[in-house]
């Protein structure tokens, strides 16, 4: 039995398929941790979600940004952008059959000593502060779907604090989760505008996994969502973006062995 966390996925189908081949995925005994953003973008959204839905039973999945804003869209609160491939779900017969799968992702996923979410976490959160958002947040979510995108989009506030307001506490760890990458260093600001590598990062900006905090934190965390850093081993633990859907690699992180596996995208998989 093997473990293996993939990177962002973003609807490459042919892409995952080369991969699972590579690593010798076996259904009946691996198990897979994917880390958000399963679908949009890539040219197999569909396919992906789908495949995904077949082997459930093997999975452990964390919502990404594109996945919500699927969501958001399927329930009428967002709205399609000129670069989404998402409208295949849509239009699929099994669309609400997806969506109340989705519904019951969580926002981050602990095992043993490892912990999983698409982007990062506030340094200054424990384990068991992010974990209690993100139940908070599933809760939300799947009492009323409608009321819950609604209230997600917006950039503030953009730091943390108990004295805020639930929607407001609600929406910043949502994209602390799914949309972090940088704080800013004189008042522990989210960045939401710096995208690009590591080499070019303003004087200004620290990545959320080298801020200096005095917590803790015993797990080893694993994300994705940063295509433009790739592979980063961190003093937290490490990041599995490696842009397949830019035309690079597809990765996965073996739990066991702690190796790196990565393939070429696939063509097919890229508009």
């Known amino acids: ?55 459930r039973d093997n999975l452990k999945i964390v919502f990404g940004n594109h996945d ?17 491939t998402i409208n295949p779900i849509l239009s699929s017969e099994n669309l609400n059959k997806y969506v109340d799968w989705m519904l019951f992702w969580p ?39 409608n009321d819950f995108f609604k209230g997600m989009y917006g950039n503030t506030p953009n730091k943390w604090s108990s004295l805020n307001k639930k929607k407001d506490k609600q929406r910043l760890a949502i994209n602390v989760m799914t949309r972090l990458r940088c704080l800013n260093n ?37 994300s994705g ?3 433009a850093i790739g592979i980063q081993k961190h003093n937290y633990g490490i990041t599995l973006d490696t842009g397949c859907v830019w035309g690079r690699k597809l990765s996965a992180y073996c739990v066991e062995s702690r190796t790196v596996i990565s393939v070429s995208s696939d063509d097919r998989d890229l508009s």
Request: one cysteine or more; charged letters at 20%; glycine letters at 6%.
């Open 225 to 227: 969502h940063w295509s």
């Open 68 to 84: 919500l804003h699927f969501l958001s869209v399927a329930f009428n609160q967002g709205k399609i952008s000129s670069t989404d």
């Open 107 to 145: 926002f981050i996923h602990k095992e043993k000593d490892f912990l999983m979410v698409h982007a990062g976490l506030i340094p200054d959160w424990s384990t068991d502060d992010a974990l209690d958002l993100s139940k908070d947040l599933m809760l939300s979510l799947q009492k009323n779907p």
């Open 186 to 222: 004189n008042n522990n600001t989210i960045d939401f505008s710096y995208k690009s590598d590591l080499n070019n990062i303003p004087g200004n900006l620290t990545p959320w996994f080298d801020i200096k905090t005095k917590k803790i934190r015993p797990e080893f965390i694993i």
């Open 1 to 55: 039995m093997a473990t293996y966390a993939i990177g962002d996925i973003q609807g490459c189908f042919y892409s995952l398929q080369s991969l699972l081949k590579k690593i010798n995925f076996n259904s009946k005994i691996d198990e897979l941790w994917l880390v958000g953003d399963i679908i949009n973008r890539g040219q197999g959204s569909l396919e992906t979600l789908d495949w995904c839905y077949q082997n």
